[in-house]
């Protein structure tokens, strides 16, 4: 199994604080994913990255940002948090080389529900 | 926007039967890729074909590729208890660098 740990596993906040979920990949992956995965939607994309302080906007990112500081690691901070946000957050690696490297084999970790009241 | 939307939504059948699920998209595609998970676990990737193939296998798993029909196939030979799963196709379209999801094919195998 690729070597990625989410943590927290589980969390439950109140509505408006500041949530920071973390992810953490020793395979020295280049891509980076954030997905949330809610009933009926399958996984949808949040943010990527495609290098260290490289970012970018998914399907759904309103409410949400990112940082790569270092390859290991991809922060997702939701801002504000609100009842909308409770979900499944999945971070994914991927090894793929040049532009369209974030096409190819993903590989996820185990997930974090989230649960804002 | 789902690019890929499976098909069927669920489906249950008894252990030993083979199952079949589909995969219908919209756009070109550079790749389509099949995926499981587990209740309450991440995602485990199954198969990638590329535009230029048609079929893949890998064990008991066969993949078609039909990109005339833009449609995909993930047909599971002698399924088995531990088969019971949430399948997902994932289409990488030709037009950004990312892949899109499909909401999934839950698969219940019955002893």
């Known amino acids: 199994d690729a070597g990625i740990t989410q943590s927290p596993r589980h969390k439950v906040t109140e509505t408006g604080t500041p949530v920071t979920l973390r992810c953490h990949q020793t395979?020295?992956?280049?891509?980076m994913y954030w997905y949330r995965q809610d009933p009926g939607h399958g996984l949808r994309l949040i943010h990527y990255s495609y290098g260290v302080k490289d970012t970018d906007k998914g399907e759904v990112s309103d409410g949400y940002s990112v940082s790569r500081s270092k390859t290991e690691d991809f922060l997702l901070t939701l801002e504000s948090a609100t009842s909308s946000q409770t979900s499944v957050y999945f971070c994914?690696?991927?090894?793929?080389?040049?532009?369209?490297?974030?096409?190819?084999?993903?590989?996820f970790g185990p997930g974090t529900r989230l649960l804002v009241l | 926007s789902q690019q890929g939307e499976e098909d069927p939504q669920a489906l249950s059948i008894q252990e030993g039967e083979n199952a079949t699920m589909n995969c219908s998209y919209k756009?070109?595609?550079?790749?389509l890729q099949w995926y499981r998970q587990n209740s309450g676990r991440g995602l485990v990737h199954l198969i990638l074909?590329?535009?230029n193939e048609r079929e893949k296998h890998s064990g008991r798993l066969r993949v078609t590729l039909d990109t005339s029909k833009k449609s995909s196939s993930l047909l599971i030979t002698a399924s088995r208890a531990a088969d019971t799963a949430s399948y997902f196709c994932?289409?990488?379209?030709?037009?950004?660098?990312?892949?899109?999801w499909g909401a999934g094919t839950k698969l219940i195998i019955k002893p």
């Open positions: 756009t070109s595609i550079n790749n």
């Open positions: 395979e020295n992956h280049r891509y």
């Open positions: 994932a289409t990488a379209p030709g037009s950004n660098y990312q892949l899109i």
């Open positions: 994914a690696i991927s090894g793929g080389q040049g532009a369209r490297g974030g096409q190819e084999t993903q590989y």
């Open positions: 074909i590329r535009s």
